[in-house]
């Protein structure tokens, strides 16, 4: 069955980067091919040097071992330590892609072709045929290995791309990424809360998010590491500015999405707003600023209303949805307070919590990976 569905989705094994950026879906994909040619050339060089196909396998392993531990470690010792690394997922990500090198040392080691060109040039031919369809049931069965373990591997890692790839997010970042930019002194307990919020695990958690700070402080880049790390969890998240949020507000409902494209506000568990300016906040009073933004006709907001097919166009819709998390981001603390104000207002009872950043980053790994990560919107 999952041969199947891999099938049904080629568009995410071939594909031209020419007009369209690769999903992180195909990047996974193109990756562990990487991976079994790596194991497949660098055993028959080994084999090659020490003429021993068995012994450069195991050369092969032993090295790449090394390499993915050495990473796991570099990768857990650069962490900031604001928030915690997930030694599991990285422990996890290491094992699959040292399997698929493994499986390519195999398929080398199962060709052998110096021991094969020895034993047919110094066997006998019905020996040497023997020893022939011997290597090449071998080699088979090492394909057919190497396929069952793609397909086994292959759900469970992309279901995080799939789910990355669907919430818009310029750039993949994570959390255990982000450095301590916190202007407040509790900054471990607000650490917490936003992976909690994250994670969307733990009761009493905050319900939406209100993120602020200078110039260059990581506003977005916080709040795309926590879409990265939701994204993670495999919850349904969708990134979106102010402006396009404003469009959506006025059309006052949504399409069901097609599996190409985002998930539709109505769909998402969590939404990122990003890119909330100053002056759509200083126009209008906090609430009517805030009603402005997200309420539809009927005086619910736009993230609540069900999604409609085309003819239902013009009915009205029967329920509406739960309020997703949201995170806002915004330029400077005032404008976080007169958001906030107008947020306490529209959802009183709501757990609203204030995030601020207080200087500007230097470098952090974080912001290398939303300059160097490619875009997938």
């Keep these: ?30 990756n562990q091919f990487g991976h079994v040619l790596i194991g ?17 396998f195991a050369a092969v392993a032993i090295l ?18 604001v928030f915690p690394v997930d030694r599991r997922e990285i422990l996890l990500d290491g094992l699959v892609d040292f399997g698929f090198v493994l499986a390519g040392g195999a398929l080398a080691w199962a060709a052998d072709p110096a021991s094969m060109l020895a034993d047919l040039t110094t066997a006998a031919p019905a020996e040497a045929g023997a020893r022939r369809e011997l290597a090449d049931w071998l080699f088979i069965l090492f394909l057919v290995l190497l396929l069952a373990f793609f397909m086994t ?25 982000f450095p301590q930019n916190f202007a407040d002194d509790d900054w471990p307990a607000l650490a917490a809360e936003i992976a909690a919020f994250a994670s969307g695990s733990g009761s009493g958690t905050a319900d939406q998010l209100v993120i602020s700070g200078p110039p260059d402080s990581g506003r ?13 969890c495999l919850r349904k998240v969708r990134y979106i500015t102010a402006s396009r949020l404003v469009e959506k507000r006025r059309i006052g409902f949504e399409h069901p999405s097609a599996p190409k494209q985002p998930w539709q506000l109505g769909e998402a568990g969590l939404v990122i707003v990003d890119d909330l300016p100053v002056a759509f906040l200083e126009a209008a009073s906090p609430a009517k600023a805030v ?38 981001v915004v330029d400077d ?31 952090s790994r974080a912001r290398a990976a939303e300059r160097s990560s490619p875009g997938t919107s």
């Excluded at 469970?156 to 310029?170: I, T, Y």
């Design 40 to 56: 497949l050339a660098a055993t028959f060089a080994f084999g090659w040097l020490l003429s021993d196909y068995l012994l450069a």
């Design 220 to 232: 977005s880049t916080l709040a795309k590491a926590i879409g990265g790390d939701a994204s993670a």
């Design 153 to 177: 591997v292959r759900r469970p890692c992309l279901a995080a791309k799939r789910a990355f790839d669907k919430s818009n997010l310029p750039q993949l970042v994570r959390l255990s990424t």
């Design 1 to 30: 069955m999952e041969i199947l569905r891999a099938l049904a989705r080629l568009d995410t094994v071939f594909g031209s980067d020419v007009y369209v950026s690769y999903s992180h879906e195909y990047a996974w994909q193109a």
């Design 64 to 81: 790449y071992f090394l390499k993915e531990l050495i990473d796991a470690l570099i990768a857990i010792r650069l962490a900031p330590g």
């Design 291 to 328: 009603s402005r933004l997200i309420d539809v006709a009927d005086g619910e907001t736009i993230f609540e209303q069900p999604l409609r097919s085309d003819g239902e166009a013009g009915a009205a819709p029967a329920a509406l949805r739960p309020l997703p998390g949201i995170v806002w």
């Design 333 to 363: 603390a005032a404008a976080a307070r007169r958001l906030l104000d107008g947020l306490q207002a529209r959802f009183p009872g709501r757990r609203i919590v204030a995030v601020a950043l207080q200087q500007a980053l230097a470098q």
